[in-house]
């Protein structure tokens, strides 16, 4: 029993070191949505639209995962964003663009800490 329960930890341990090394990934590629999305005032643009899904669907498996694996400040963050995401293209890119830049960068320091944490 005790050797099934080490060969766990060990596998999720394994697991853990791959997530972060992903989030090095995640980070840049959301940073690089965030500037796409928030340096025009042309929010309905087809490209800035499918920017938007995009970045809610990476923003919405980070949450998941995040909290799945034991980050869970990560993991709240990027629930938070996500809610604000789903509420901003929802109202037609019409609520606080600003806040959901601020919790754009709010997102990304916070992937920064975990990075930093390894």
Do not use: R, W
Not at 67 to 74: D, K, Q, V
Not at 85 to 98: A, T
Request: charged residues 30%; proline residues 0%; negative net charge.
């Amino acid at each position: 029993m005790i050797n099934l329960q080490s060969e766990f930890e060990e596998k999720l341990n394994i697991v853990k070191i791959n997530y972060l090394k992903s989030l090095n990934e995640k980070h840049t590629l959301l940073g690089i949505l965030k500037d796409l999305m928030f340096k025009t005032d042309n929010l309905k643009d087809e490209s800035l639209a499918n920017a938007f899904q995009e970045a809610y669907m990476y923003i919405h498996k980070l949450s998941g995962s995040s909290a799945m694996l034991g980050f869970s400040e990560l993991g709240e963050t990027s629930n938070k964003l996500e809610l604000l995401l789903k509420e901003f293209i929802g109202s037609d890119y019409s609520s606080d663009k600003k806040v959901v830049c601020e919790n754009f960068e709010i997102l990304l320091n916070e992937i920064e800490k975990a990075i930093k944490k390894d």
